[in-house]
């Protein structure tokens, strides 16, 4: 697929996701989602990316669903929708089972379905001059691009419901007080900020972000029981791997 909403870039063991719809704030509409969804198939299906950074040019991240898409569509407005909550959904779920971890990396605003990306992410950064509101509701809709699943799962029910029903604009420190953002930093030190971030993941022994960011994944379906099991496998298996093995003598040397 031509990318006109996105720009999709894969160097050096890294994806990037950019948004690029700077003229309209990068907001959801039907050909954004089928690129989403298609860069995201290309970067699962790509055993070199080791992280994707999802990020946005302009002075926003995304004011999420355009809403006069929506009404040019009105004649069929719940066909139009479905098609479009079913190309993001799909991007979603192809972001979050892939091997990589999602780093979220927040310019500006985000909110609806680009407040949604931020929750699914494994890792978000924000600049400190960032704001979130999801404002499904204010419109009438309600949330979708998994924030329901997300949300509930990083703040609670009762916090989650609160923000979704009175659509508050969260600063970027009320977002890191939640748990919705990993870290918040000064604006001219932002861009700097990430690139570290994806340089120190990259450092990482090749097994441990994978391992890492299914273990996490498991976590939020599985017993405790079922857990310890995913556990013992995981670390059990990764001990055996000549990598680890060289690691761990090359530590006991030192």
């Known amino acids: 697929m031509e990318f006109e909403r996105i720009d999709l870039r894969i160097a050096d063991g890294v994806g990037r996701i950019t948004l690029d719809n700077v003229e309209n704030h990068n907001t959801v509409d039907l050909r954004f989602t089928q690129e989403l969804a298609s860069a995201a198939r290309l970067l699962e299906a790509d055993q070199t990316v080791k992280v994707v950074v999802l990020g946005a040019n302009g002075p926003v991240f995304s004011f999420g669903g355009d809403l006069n898409d929506f009404m040019r569509n009105r004649e069929n407005i719940q066909t139009h929708i479905r098609e479009m909550a079913a190309h993001f959904h799909n991007a979603v ?6 091997s990589a971890p999602v780093i979220a ?3 500006g605003m985000a909110a609806g379905g680009g407040f949604s990306l931020v929750c699914m992410s494994d890792m978000a950064i924000a600049r400190r001059s960032a704001k979130f ?3 499904y509701t204010r419109s009438g809709l309600t949330p979708d691009g998994g924030s329901t699943y997300f949300l509930t799962r990083l703040v609670g029910p009762q916090k989650a419901f609160d923000i979704m029903a009175t659509n508050p604009t969260l600063s970027a420190e009320q977002a ?15 861009e700097a900020e990430v690139e570290h971030v994806v340089a120190e993941l990259i450092a ?14 498991t976590s939020l379906s599985a017993s405790l029981e ?15 791997t000549t990598e680890t093995v060289a690691m761990l003598q090359s530590f006991l040397k030192k």
Do not use: W, Y
């Open 93 to 98: 779920l192809c972001l979050t089972r892939m």
């Open 105 to 107: 990396a927040v310019n």
């Open 133 to 135: 509101n999801f404002a």
């Open 176 to 190: 890191h007080a939640l748990g919705i953002i990993s870290r918040v930093v000064d604006d001219d030190d932002f």
């Open 204 to 217: 990482l022994p090749s097994q441990a972000l994978p391992r890492l960011k299914g273990l996490l994944r």
């Open 226 to 240: 079922q857990q310890f099991e995913h556990e013992a496998k995981s670390i059990s298996e990764v001990a055996a």
